[in-house]
Structure formats: structure tokens, C-alpha cells
């Protein structure tokens, strides 16, 4: 059974830094992306960042790029997301995902996962807010 479990928001003042971690089990890293989408109130789900499992490549939507950083340790089938200079318009809920790394796309700044319906697992989120 899949599992993936969201840890480390919370609330910090605009600049500040915060680390998210995504501890994943019941797949194997090699074939999947995981990565981290965020929902803010009133506004749709947002790509944000995904690492491929097989060689660690990061990828990151504009809107986040050089602020923060994503890693994985696949010997713990842990992800995280370094998250720093952060913006109030960061505040949202951030969700892990996990999905074959195929699925994943960043196509002019904007990070996609074409969902299948039944090879994508996600997490149930964690809050950040970042006050001005």
C-alpha cells in the first residue's frame, strides 16, 4: 500500500525560510517523480517542484525558482523542500505527490503532472502561510 505523508509547515514572516518533508513507502523510488503542488484559497492547484527518483534531478516552476530547493534521500524515501525568501503569496497548502516521472512536465515555467488517475499519490497537505 502507497503511502505519503506531508510534514514541516507552518507560519513564518515574509523572508523567512521553512522545510517541508514528504516521507513516501510502498513504491520504489527509481521510476517516480515526487514533488509538491500547492492550492492557496480561490486559486487553482499549482505545480511547484518535483525530483526525479531515478538521478535527482530537480525541476521548479518560475514562480518558485531559485528560492527553493528540492531534495530526496531515496536510502529514507524522504523528499524535501527547502523553502526560502519566502513571499505571503507562497501561503497556500502544499500537497506531496508521487507519480511516474513520465507524467511530470515543466513547459514554460509551469510544472504539470498529467495525472492518470491510478499512478499518482498524494499526500493530505500541509499549511504554510507567510506573514507580511
Known amino acids: 500500500e502507497v503511502h505519503v505523508v506531508e510534514s514541516g509547515g507552518g507560519l513564518v514572516q515574509a523572508g523567512g525560510s521553512l522545510r517541508l518533508s514528504c516521507a513516501a513507502s510502498?513504491?520504489?523510488?527509481?521510476?517516480?517523480?515526487i514533488g509538491w503542488f500547492r492550492q492557496a484559497p480561490g486559486k487553482e492547484r499549482e505545480g511547484v517542484s518535483c525530483?526525479?527518483?531515478?538521478?535527482?534531478?530537480?525541476y521548479y516552476a518560475d514562480s518558485v525558482k531559485g528560492r527553493f530547493t528540492i531534495s530526496s534521500n531515496n536510502a529514507k524515501n524522504t523528499v524535501s523542500l527547502r523553502m526560502n525568501s519566502l513571499k505571503p503569496e507562497d501561503t497556500a497548502v502544499y500537497y506531496c505527490?508521487?507519480?511516474?516521472?513520465?507524467?511530470?512536465?515543466?513547459?514554460?515555467?509551469?510544472?504539470?503532472?498529467?495525472?492518470?488517475?491510478?499512478?499518482?499519490?498524494w499526500g493530505q497537505g500541509t499549511q504554510v502561510t507567510v506573514s507580511s
Open positions: 525530483i526525479s527518483g531515478s538521478n535527482g534531478s530537480g
Open positions: 510502498g513504491f520504489s523510488f527509481d521510476n517516480y517523480g
Open positions: 505527490v508521487a507519480a511516474p516521472i513520465g507524467l511530470w512536465t515543466l513547459v514554460d515555467g509551469t510544472l504539470r503532472l498529467h495525472t492518470d488517475g491510478y499512478r499518482d499519490f
